[in-house]
């Protein structure tokens, strides 16, 4: 079973989510229902625009806790190092 360690955000690319899971579809259409959690609900996080895949749930959460502690600028390069557009991947899934 492979994990995802995933970002989220909202329509203005202003608000962000890191999250951990082992069902990425599932859990970005939870999201997208504004069910994922209050801080997702609040700010209309829905967006997914950068995700990896791990091995092990262990593997997954440490990434997830690093990426937590970045500076906001850090989390912004990422996404924009593979998706410089900020383009909803969200269709990206249906072809895995």
């Given at each position: 079973?492979?994990?995802?360690?995933?970002?989220?955000?909202?329509?203005?690319?202003?608000?962000?989510?890191?999250?951990v899971?082992?069902?990425l579809?599932?859990r970005?259409?939870?999201?997208?229902?504004?069910?994922?959690?209050?801080?997702?609900?609040?700010?209309?996080?829905?967006?997914?625009?950068?995700f990896?895949?791990?091995?092990?749930?262990?593997?997954?959460?440490?990434?997830?806790?690093?990426?937590?502690?970045?500076?906001?600028?850090?989390k912004?390069?990422?996404?924009e190092?593979?998706?410089?557009?900020?383009?909803?991947?969200?269709?990206?899934?249906?072809?895995?």
């Amino acid at each position: 079973m492979a994990f995802h360690t995933y970002i989220l955000t909202c329509q203005s690319n202003t608000a962000i989510y890191i999250g951990v899971t082992g069902d990425l579809r599932q859990r970005v259409w939870q999201h997208s229902l504004g069910k994922g959690g209050d801080h997702t609900a609040k700010y209309r996080i829905r967006k997914l625009v950068y995700f990896e895949t791990h091995e092990t749930l262990p593997a997954a959460t440490a990434r997830e806790r690093k990426l937590k502690r970045w500076r906001r600028a850090w989390k912004n390069a990422l996404i924009e190092q593979n998706n410089p557009n900020w383009s909803d991947l969200t269709m990206e899934l249906s072809f895995r």
